[in-house]
């Protein structure tokens, strides 16, 4: 009866210990796969990997150029904010490291502030393409970009990729225009009006037509100048006319000998005009 017992006390600490072995080989191997959202590395890498149960396991992310570290989700045990994290593993998990783009903000003015404006400005992720458009005033003309008081170019509009905080400053010049006209409008022509950025000089230019002559440059009633070219500073919007006027000769005839007759036709007439001279022979003459 002992010796019963004593077999069936074997068999059951056999059977114990099969069980017991059986749930250790379950837990010799557990598999860990790590994944990623968005670019970054991590150590160990993206893929499966095999590991002793119970191991201690460091997870290490690294994100790449333009991107934030945000958070490791690892299954079964939650978020954790640390880029470097270490964990127990006890079962096969899933580890995903996410990995977002950095955000810049592109700042841009004007100058001076009442020069114009300009629109693109914001905030941006990195890798974005940004334009920015300088949008002149009445009045004035873009000239350029400066970025920390360094000239970056006159492109209108400037676009870039976003890798950093950035701020612009895109500067205007005062412009005015020089209007021409010419007064009569058969009497000559008259060159060199257009947009003039202040404190550049004009030249204007009037020629006048055949049979006419330059008078000068009027603007309003005010006579500015009596030569055909000319130069001035630009300070503000100018109207100038050229003047011009319609050439005149006289035309004198005369008889030879007087009381050989009578001629008419003389005069003062303006050029282009067709004159028509007579003579009448006078009766005494025969």
Known sequence: MARRSRVFLI????????????????????????????LGETDPDVGEHVFKYGADVTLTATPAEGYDFEKWEIEGLGSFSEKVKVIELRDT???TAFFAKKSFNIGASADPENGGAVTGAGTYLFGDTVSLKAVAAEGF????????????????????????????????????????????????TATGGGKYINGTKATVVAAP??????????????????????????????DLVAKFTLKTFGVTVT???????VVSGGGTY??????TVTGIESIESF
């Open 255 to 261: 008889a030879e000998p007087e009381e050989g007759g």
């Open 93 to 95: 998990i899933l580890a």
């Open 270 to 275: 303006d050029c282009g005009t067709e004159v």
């Open 141 to 188: 003309k873009f000239v350029e970009w400066t970025e920390n008081g360094v000239p970056v170019g006159s492109d209108n509009p400037l676009e870039f990729i976003v890798s950093a905080d950035r701020a612009f400053v895109a500067h205007f010049i005062e412009e005015y225009t020089v209007k021409v006209s010419v007064v009569p409008h058969e009497g000559g």
């Open 209 to 238: 037509a055949d049979c006419y002559d330059f008078d000068g440059w009027y603007e309003g009633e005010t006579l500015v100048s009596e030569e055909a070219e000319y130069t001035f500073t630009v300070t503000e919007d100018v």
């Open 11 to 38: 068999l059951i600490l056999l059977i114990g210990l099969a069980f017991l072995l059986t749930g250790c080989l379950k837990k010799i191997d557990v598999i860990l796969t790590v994944a990623i959202q968005g």
